[in-house]
């Protein structure tokens, strides 16, 4: 694929990027490297490869889903820094 700085700065725009004129060069060849590159990975026959679900063959280590004993309510708020009867108090982060 050839990229012209058309496209590139029409991809630029749709990824809202701001590209400098004297970096256009470097990125139109940064680009058409890539690009050359996965026309080769379009080349190999891939037919009989089963789709990925997981990238690795680990498997979760699941533990069973038992009730058990945690701490009070009272407990949880003990060393918070600042709490009323119900809730910790955080300051005010969005307006």
Do not use: C
Request: glycine fraction near 2%; proline fraction near 3%; charge should be negative.
């Amino acid at each position: 694929m050839n990229i012209d700085r058309g496209m590139l700065r029409r991809v630029a725009h749709l990824a809202r990027l701001e590209v400098k004129e004297s970096e256009e060069e470097a990125l139109i060849a940064s680009l058409t490297e890539v690009l050359t590159w996965m026309e080769q990975l379009d080349e190999i026959d891939t037919s009989d490869v089963e789709p990925l679900t997981h990238m690795g063959e680990a498997v979760d280590a699941l533990r069973e889903d038992v009730v058990r004993e945690t701490i009070t309510h009272e407990q949880a708020l003990a060393n918070a820094p600042q709490h009323d009867e119900n809730y910790f108090r955080v300051p005010k982060v969005m307006e």
